[in-house]
């Protein structure tokens, strides 16, 4: 009878983790009506006295964007939280192969457990990787992960962090109510991004030129080699943020209104006609 206890306990457990609502990724009030509050929440958070407490964030999250074009560009790359990311423009098998080999995992896991939503991302991710690794011209290459994805990532990985709020990642790759804490802190950095890149749009703000660590003088800031590497224009790093930010909204939109009509069942469905259905997993 003891020996069974511990086994009751981890039972009811995972039974409480599936069944309670917010656990559900299936949940139409929860998808409904939670992203959209994180989001004014995230909102007050931004105007609120604290918010200094969110910069460490936004900054990562700034460096990620350097970090991740260049693994995906097969470079390898460290962000660093003050404001400063190392990449070795020589290019590296092991991070290609690497991140191939974790899209690989992904998507067989996904397959596993009948998830169609990971196994799209994974295939997704992988196109991507090849396309700006083998297709992507070499100096186009520098401009993303050297100047435009700092940025650039400040709007589509915190969007990419919000979307995965209503996917239901495999076993292995435990996606629970941490889910909630990325969809906030995601949420800051994107109103913190549009906001400001709106109000540079508008003229009501400044581009900013120089780096975090060198000040405004540094001409190895991310706007300054976008303009004296890439010939952009100030009307070009303008406009192009500023659609970005309308991209990224349109994105999460659409998205919303996936998960909110249910459509996302058609392929829960398709999927479960690979596999018997007491194999699916919804």
Request: aromatic share 18%; net charge negative; glycine share 8%.
């Amino acid at each position: 009878m003891d020996n069974k206890h511990p086994l009751n306990i981890a039972e009811l457990a995972k039974a409480d983790e599936t069944t309670h609502p917010l656990f559900a990724f299936d949940n139409w009030r929860v998808n409904a009506f939670v992203p959209p509050l994180l989001l004014c929440l995230a909102a007050m958070a931004n105007q609120s006295s604290f918010s200094f407490l969110l910069e460490g964030f936004h900054i990562w999250m700034h460096e990620f964007g350097h970090a991740t074009a260049a693994w995906m560009s097969g470079r390898r790359a460290t962000p660093l939280p003050i404001g400063w990311t190392s990449v070795d423009p020589a290019y590296s098998p092991f991070v290609y192969y690497g991140l191939l080999l974790l899209f690989g995992i992904l998507f067989v896991a996904g397959w596993k457990e009948r998830k169609p939503w990971p196994m799209v991302i994974a295939v997704a991710l992988a196109c991507v990787q090849y396309y700006m690794t083998w297709l992507m011209p070499e100096d186009r290459q520098e401009m993303w992960y050297g100047a435009f994805c700092g940025v650039g990532g400040e709007f589509y990985l915190s969007t990419l962090l919000m979307v995965c709020f209503y996917i239901q990642l495999p076993e292995k790759f435990r996606w629970g109510f941490c889910r909630y804490v990325f969809f906030f802190i995601a949420a800051t950095v994107f109103l913190n991004a549009v906001h400001f890149w709106n109000e540079v749009y508008h003229g009501r703000e400044d581009i900013p030129f120089g780096s975090m660590i060198n000040g405004e003088d540094d001409s190895n800031g991310d706007m300054n080699k976008l303009m004296d590497d890439a010939g952009w224009t100030k009307a070009d790093i303008r406009h192009n943020y500023q659609y970005l930010g309308y991209y990224c909204w349109a994105a999460l939109g659409f998205v919303y209104a996936i998960f909110v009509l249910r459509l996302n069942r058609l392929a829960d469905w398709v999927s479960g006609k690979f596999g018997s259905s007491g194999d699916v997993k919804s």
